[in-house]
């Protein structure tokens, strides 16, 4: 299989299928392109023939067979790989675990607004204004750490359902915004975004993401160069 990716620095998409697959040491070859959206650029070259959204991460099969969405990315993988738990085997806690991906995948508007991924930096003063006058930033906050909070309760952590799935690499890169903004969780949220950051998988996205040295202005708000 081949995964296309953009920018590990800036794409929080391509970050939960990547770290997904690694995570189950699923095999699988890397293709990461650069965020460029002129006509003509390689983006644009390459996307097109793979992807009919023009959107990353696509995961194509040695025959052509693409899926172009990171939660069927991750129902696909469960359903070729059954051996692994990618979801929790238990039915209900399996249906939490969808419930929660669907919801951030659709949902916390404000905070992937107001605080995008920037693995290479930290923010933490723009995180302290955000914070101060955003309702809506703390809002999404508050309902995120409310949920981790439920389930690291119901499973006894350190993941959300115990072991390492599916859930939590759609997590990591709100793990990463926390950080790098700054944000006040409670004592149990900080926990497992600490946990989350020091699996292996996320470790690896983000060491690769800090030897990439690029800058795109149009991922980058709060600053106007590297």
């Known amino acids: 299989m081949k995964l296309y990716i953009g920018n590990k620095n800036y794409s929080s998409w391509s970050m939960r299928s990547g770290v997904l697959l690694a995570a189950f040491g699923i095999p699988f070859e890397e293709v990461r392109l650069r965020f460029d959206f002129r006509p003509g650029s390689d983006w644009n070259r390459v996307i097109a023939g793979v992807s009919p959204t023009r959107r990353v991460p696509v995961l194509v099969e040695a025959d052509g067979f693409t899926v172009w969405e990171t939660l069927a990315i991750a129902e696909y993988i469960a359903d070729r790989h059954p051996e692994l738990a ?6 209900r806690a399996r249906a939490r675990a969808r419930s929660l991906c669907a919801e951030m995948h659709g ?13 290479e930096v930290f923010f933490p003063d723009v995180g302290a204004k955000l914070w101060a006058g955003d309702e809506a930033l703390r809002a999404d906050v508050a309902r ?3 949920a981790w909070s439920e389930a690291l309760k119901a499973s ?3 993941f959300l359902f115990g072991a390492f799935g599916a859930a939590d690499a759609y997590f990591a890169p709100v793990a990463v915004r926390l950080s ?3 944000l006040p969780v409670s004592e149990a949220a900080a926990a497992y975004r600490d946990a989350l950051l020091a699996h292996p998988a996320v470790e690896d996205w983000i060491a690769d993401a800090m030897r990439e040295q690029d800058f795109v202005p149009e991922d980058e708000p709060y600053r106007t160069a590297r």
């Not at 990618?86 to 039915?91: F, G, L, N, S």
């Not at 949902?107 to 693995?119: D, K, Q, S, V, Y």
């Open 86 to 91: 990618i979801w929790p085997r238990d039915a």
């Open 107 to 119: 949902g916390f508007t404000r905070l992937r607004t107001a605080c995008p991924m920037n693995i």
């Open 156 to 158: 006894g952590g350190p």
């Open 144 to 146: 995120l750490d409310a």
């Open 180 to 182: 790098r903004f700054g």
